[in-house]
């Protein structure tokens, strides 16, 4: 049924929630697993060039966690593969989706309600709203 599967991460437990069940759908469909992690860039007012090196930071932490993601799916008999992009979170994932031919994203999310989620919103409800592609929302 799922021959593709995404599951983007932030490091969050939230994420890692969606990182387990990843793993577990992937293995039950043998679908190929992706990993993404988005660096997200805020602060317009640092020069370029400690914004290239923020970037470069950031990017690297960031591919060091899906690499330990891939190595977890890969004990786990699961082929995956990881995938860090700079930009803005929910465009970033419906993107990689859509141009990856994903069948299915799981995603992590927190129960959030009321001022918290109008104040600080959500990528998962982002990503269902912009997005053709089913989402599986993990509350953690």
Same mark, same amino acid.
Request: proline content about 4%; aromatic content about 8%.
């Given at each position: 049924m799922?021959?593709?599967?995404i599951v983007p991460t932030d490091g969050s437990d939230a994420a890692q929630s969606a990182v387990e069940h990843g793993i577990s759908q992937a293995g039950a469909h043998d679908a190929?697993?992706?990993f993404l992690a988005v @660096?997200?860039?805020s602060g317009s007012t640092a020069s370029e060039a400690h914004r290239g090196e923020a970037v470069e930071?950031?990017?690297t932490a960031k591919r060091e966690v899906v690499d330990a993601l891939v190595g977890e799916a890969t004990e786990a008999g699961v082929d995956a593969e990881g995938i860090v992009e700079v930009g803005?979170?929910?465009r @970033?994932?419906?993107e990689e989706a859509t141009d990856r031919g994903i069948d299915?994203?799981?995603m992590g999310t927190q129960a959030r309600s009321g001022v918290g989620r109008f104040l600080f919103g959500s990528v998962?409800?982002?990503v269902i709203q912009d997005g053709e592609i089913p989402v599986l929302a993990i509350q953690s």
């Open positions: 799922y021959d593709t599967i190929r697993l992706f @660096v997200e860039m930071e950031k990017r803005i979170p929910s @970033v994932i419906v299915m994203i799981i998962t409800d982002q």
